[in-house]
Each structure stands twice: as structure tokens, then as C-alpha cells.
């Protein structure tokens, strides 16, 4: 009984919010399948240069015990802006759970064509000297970690990966990857990524490693903020969350003039994550298993 009740509940509240969607977009508040709850809207940059499609299907349990179901598509985004879209979509769903939040999402979709059209003239000003470039590497050396015996000249000098830009308020946040076996290697990565003048005019260089010990099976690794206060520990746990290991990461932050709170920290993140994920270092969580062929962790 309680169970009818609730869907009753969502299905009053669907028809609601769909119907208020309608009187405010009209004809761009599309009906894909009436019968199946599915919508969609083709939300534009004021400009009309940019668009960004939302497709929806509203669950029976939605908005009180489910988020709707989405997909959106921007064939002219690159891979952080759509991580970065999806990613502030299912926080206003957490942050509103139980909650009708479509106009929220299309709001937001709105906010962000705003800045991207604001900011996107930046990004090749501040990256135009570092090559982005995922090129095959033999990790098998590295693979494993290296020995507390072991000197780093054992191992070639480590190759440095350069990932896409993102760019927020006139802030401009890219990360730097190298695999490493040692700790002599990371300050070795350091200093040719300040030989970079790109690199060493940024307002932060954050930086992570983590490095695994075979003969002792455990790990070295630290972090640097460089002024921004627990970027670098934020860092390192991505680091220890994924699963990545024998490898340095530093992000640089070009900082634009506009403070941007708490979101700094999650373009620092991401820009890491973006980085980690061409280069293999991120578990596959469909097979159990890393592109190195080590097993998941379970947790």
C-alpha cells in the first residue's frame, strides 16, 4: 500500500515538473516517448555556436527515490568538459535528492556553455608550448616497482605525458604524468617540467607519487601543495583511490584572477584523472583488471 502511494507521489510530481518544463520551453521541451517518460531539450549558448542535447527518462521512482535517467550529447566537447558537465549534474541530484531537479540540470548545462564560450580563448594561450601526446611506452619495467636495492640508473629516464587542458573562470588547470621507480626520478621529472617556462610560470605546481617497493611490499609516496593548501594530500588520495602506483603526477594551476572555491580542487582532480586515464593507469572496472594486468583490489 505504502509502496502505490509513492509511485502515485512521483507520477503527480513527474507531470507536474514536466508540464511546468513546457510552459517555460515550449516547443524546445521535446516528448521522445510519452509512454516511456522520455524528453529531451536542446539547450543553446546565447551565441548559437554551442549546443548541448539532454535526453531524459523519468523512472517510476523518480524524483523521490531515483535520479532521472540521462545522456547528452556535444559532439563538439572534448573528454574533461563531458566528465566535468556529468559529474555537476549528479551532484545537484545529491545535493537535492528526493527532489525534481531537470530545470536545476538544464540550468546548469546553461551556466557551463557560458563559461566555456567565456573562457575557451584561453586554453591554447596557456598550453600552446606543451604538447599533449600519448605515445606507446613499455611500462613493463615499471610495472612491478622498484627495489630498495635498485638504482634509479637501472631504469631509462622517465618519459613526462602532457594532458588536456581545463579551463574555469579564467583559471587554466593541467596535469603532468611520469612513470617512476624512485624517488631520485620524481625530483628528476620536477625539474625538466621547470625547465618548461610555461610550466614554471604557473601559480601552482601540485604534486603526487606514489611509488611500490618489491622487496618490502609497501609503498613511498608524498605530496607537495606549492601554496595551494591540501591540494597536494587531495592528490595523493586520488592516487591511492584508483589503484596507481609507480608513477608521478603533478597538476599546474594558472591562476586567472577569479577564486574559485572548493571547484579548484575538482579541476585539479580531474585534470589528474584525465591524464591517468590515457596513460593506463586507471583500473578497468568491467574487467577486475588494469590495462598492466594487475588485479582489482576489492575493497
Given at each position: 500500500m505504502a509502496e502505490m502511494l509513492e509511485q502515485e507521489d512521483n507520477l503527480a510530481l513527474q507531470v507536474e515538473e514536466v508540464e511546468a518544463l513546457r510552459a517555460i520551453y515550449g516547443e524546445e521541451w521535446k516528448v521522445e516517448d510519452s509512454s516511456g517518460n522520455s524528453y529531451s531539450?536542446?539547450?543553446?549558448?546565447?551565441?548559437?555556436?554551442h549546443s548541448v542535447v539532454l535526453k531524459v527518462i523519468l523512472p517510476p521512482e523518480y524524483p523521490l527515490h531515483?535520479?532521472?535517467?540521462?545522456?547528452?550529447?556535444a559532439p563538439w566537447m572534448k573528454g574533461y568538459q563531458k566528465?566535468?558537465?556529468?559529474?555537476?549534474?549528479?551532484?545537484?541530484?545529491?545535493?537535492?535528492?528526493?527532489?525534481?531537479?531537470?530545470?536545476?540540470?538544464?540550468?546548469?548545462?546553461r551556466d557551463y556553455l557560458d563559461?566555456?564560450?567565456?573562457?575557451?580563448?584561453n586554453i591554447q594561450d596557456t598550453s600552446e608550448s606543451i604538447a599533449e601526446e600519448y605515445v606507446d611506452f613499455n611500462f613493463e619495467k615499471y610495472k612491478n616497482g622498484g627495489s630498495s636495492q635498485q638504482k634509479c640508473s637501472d631504469f631509462?629516464?622517465?618519459?613526462?605525458?602532457?594532458?588536456e587542458t581545463i579551463v574555469d573562470r579564467k583559471s587554466t588547470f593541467q596535469a603532468h604524468l611520469a612513470p617512476v621507480v624512485c624517488v631520485e626520478q620524481v625530483q628528476q621529472i620536477k625539474t625538466k617540467l621547470m625547465e618548461n617556462r610555461k610550466i614554471a610560470s604557473a601559480t601552482h605546481n601540485i604534486l603526487a607519487y606514489r611509488i611500490y617497493i618489491e622487496d618490502t611490499k609497501s609503498f613511498h609516496q608524498d605530496c607537495d601543495d606549492d601554496g595551494e593548501t591540501h591540494a597536494g594530500s587531495r592528490l595523493l588520495h586520488l592516487l591511492e583511490i584508483l589503484g596507481a602506483q609507480n608513477v608521478v603526477v603533478v597538476v599546474s594551476r594558472w591562476y586567472g584572477?577569479?577564486?574559485?572555491?572548493?571547484?579548484?580542487?575538482?579541476?585539479?582532480?580531474?585534470?589528474a584523472r584525465i591524464v591517468l586515464q590515457h596513460c593506463g593507469y586507471i583500473t578497468d572496472q568491467k574487467s577486475g583488471t588494469d590495462p598492466k594486468g594487475k588485479k582489482k583490489k576489492t575493497r
Open positions: 531539450i536542446e539547450i543553446r549558448h546565447k551565441s548559437a555556436e531515483s535520479p532521472p535517467l540521462y545522456q547528452f550529447s566528465v566535468e558537465l556529468s559529474t555537476a549534474l549528479e551532484d545537484i541530484y545529491f545535493n537535492h535528492s528526493g527532489e525534481s531537479i531537470l530545470f536545476m540540470w538544464i540550468d546548469k548545462i563559461i566555456w564560450d567565456t573562457c575557451g580563448n631509462e629516464t622517465p618519459r613526462i605525458y602532457h594532458g584572477g577569479i577564486l574559485l572555491g572548493p571547484d579548484r580542487f575538482k579541476h585539479i582532480n580531474n585534470a
